[in-house]
């Protein structure tokens, strides 16, 4: 399985654009791209998924180049409800029980 | 209201003692999964059931027991010999189909404390 590697933390202020980059190195060729965030004491929450180029929904943009080693998650317009930890999963189908979160991207966004 | 129900939201146990967490969905997703998450840390998973009558052991099985007689349930029991069961427990659901991608869904969570 791939193993995901991303920063342990990053800051922001309301407003601003945030960019959370995850590293894959390891990806297979049918394995998806996926983040999700949690809010304390809560289950996380799906945000995003996909295999390459861009994605876009109402919450994000996830942006894959094409060799697949990397992603990065980017949040338009940050507001102190975006604070939030972000984890970036990696697998495919098939693969039931298999996705692994590792301790994801502390994002803390300051007024 | 489709979703990933669990309860309690807070349980307290004495050591010692067994307790069963519950989770029920209502999407019509055919696979289940426990989490524990301990403080600061990422989600470890327990155990996970692709079908009823059936399931499997995640990674930190040990001290835990699980049951599928339903495709809507899924609870979890915390045993005694868990030697530390105080823990953030999550629930979740996947369609798990050839061809769908593994995307889970997950409960609101059931946070444990061993007194």
């Known amino acids: 399985l791939a193993k995901t590697t991303q920063p342990i933390s990053m800051d922001s202020y309301e407003g601003q654009e945030v960019n959370i980059t995850c590293s894959h190195n390891?990806?297979?060729?049918?394995?998806?791209i996926t983040w999700y965030q949690q809010f304390p004491s809560q289950g996380p929450r799906f945000i995003i998924q996909?295999?390459?180029t861009k994605v876009t929904n109402e919450v994000a943009s996830l942006f894959i180049p094409a060799d697949r080693k990397s992603s990065t998650l980017s949040l338009p317009r940050v507001s102190l409800s975006d604070t939030a930890v972000y984890y970036c999963?990696?697998?495919?189908?098939?693969?039931?029980?298999?996705?692994?979160f590792g301790q994801g991207t502390t994002l803390q966004v300051k007024p | 209201d489709g979703g990933i129900t669990q309860s309690p939201k807070y349980l307290f146990r004495k050591e010692g003692q067994n307790v069963t967490l519950s989770c029920e969905q209502n999407?019509?997703?055919?696979?289940m999964y426990w989490y524990r998450q301990d403080p600061g840390q990422g989600l470890r998973l327990i155990y996970y059931?692709?079908?009823?009558?059936?399931?499997q052991k995640g990674d930190i099985a040990e001290g835990y027991s699980v049951s599928r007689e339903k495709k809507e349930s899924f609870p979890l029991t915390v045993t005694s010999a868990q030697k530390n069961p105080t823990a953030f427990y999550l629930c979740?659901?996947?369609?798990?189909?050839?061809?769908?991608?593994?995307?889970?869904?997950f409960g609101p969570g059931t946070r444990l404390t061993v007194l």
């Open positions: 979740a659901s996947s369609i798990d189909r050839a061809g769908v991608t593994d995307t889970q869904y």
């Open positions: 390891n990806i297979a060729t049918n394995d998806y």
């Open positions: 059931s692709q079908i009823v009558n059936d399931f």
């Open positions: 996909g295999y390459k």
């Open positions: 999407l019509n997703h055919d696979a």
């Open positions: 999963l990696v697998g495919g189908t098939g693969n039931t029980g298999k996705l692994i």
